[in-house]
């Protein structure tokens, strides 16, 4: 199993990203992905999350309006994409994987909930 996140890099405030998780060597259609940041020096928070066939997403309240969710099964792939970025979402992303289950995305999405992690890639908004 492999996620791999990429797409980060500098971007002046209220400009815009798009990140990709390329997954293999598993079923992705079976499974919940999860997006999640971290500022070094603080804990690793969870920004979005979409089920196994795009069904619930969720969003953290800080970008909620801003960033979108999206998957493409058939091309093992996830996306966020984010908009009108802020100094403050800064951070490493990383992208997560979890077997599909009743409940998965609604509401909220957890760091123990995730089974198969990726590498991150950096994102700086700055300008």
């Known amino acids: 199993v492999q996620l791999q996140a990429s797409g980060g890099g500098l971007v002046q405030p209220g400009g815009s990203l798009r990140l990709t998780c390329a997954t293999s060597g598993f079923t992705l259609e079976d499974y919940a992905i999860g997006w999640f940041r971290q500022i070094p020096g603080k804990e690793r928070e969870g920004v979005s999350c979409i089920s196994s066939r795009g069904f619930s997403k969720f969003y953290a309240a800080s970008v909620k309006g801003r960033f979108t969710i999206s998957r493409d099964n058939a091309k093992n792939t996830v996306f966020l994409q984010m908009n009108s970025l802020k100094p403050e979402d800064t951070a490493v992303y990383y992208c997560?994987?979890?077997?599909?289950?009743?409940?998965?995305?609604?509401?909220?999405?957890?760091?123990?909930?995730?089974?198969?992690w990726g590498k991150g890639t950096l994102v700086t908004v700055s300008s």
């Open positions: 997560a994987a979890t077997e599909q289950r009743i409940g998965m995305c609604v509401g909220t999405v957890r760091i123990g909930d995730m089974r198969y």
